[in-house]
């Protein structure tokens, strides 16, 4: 049986600790940045494009979360000039939000229902 790897970190008790500290450097680096980088539109959709490349682009979670929280801080601090930015942002979290949740109950909703009972002999 294959083991899920996202359910192993969770289980292992560093999983906070990981979260924690890749919070407090990634956030510290993002606010750095923030005052290093000029506050231009372009400057934000390459930022908000880099914090969704770390998805997919590092196999070590705790600096792929460090670098996640460094491209927000980073983009609310770029959006913090720009407050029409800052609105569409908060507006593409929140929906993004309501469709991961909405996928979630539909895809919890086919599996119940989809599910294969086993042959009765």
Do not use: K
Not at 65 to 82: E, H, I, M, Y
């Amino acid at each position: 049986m294959r083991s899920d790897r996202a359910s192993e970190q969770r289980a292992s008790p560093l999983f906070g600790r990981a979260d924690q500290i890749g919070a407090l450097l990634g956030g510290a680096a993002g606010t750095i940045a923030g005052i290093l980088v000029p506050d231009q539109p372009v400057t934000y959709a390459v930022v908000a494009l880099t914090g969704l490349l770390t998805l997919v682009s590092f196999r070590s979670y705790p600096v792929a979360f460090a670098l996640r929280c460094a491209c927000a801080t980073l983009a609310l601090s770029l959006s913090a000039g720009l407050s029409l930015t800052g609105a569409e942002r908060a507006f593409d979290v929140l929906s993004g939000g309501l469709i991961g949740i909405l996928s979630l109950i539909t895809v919890q909703t086919l599996v119940s229902r989809c599910s294969v009972r086993p042959a009765q002999r």
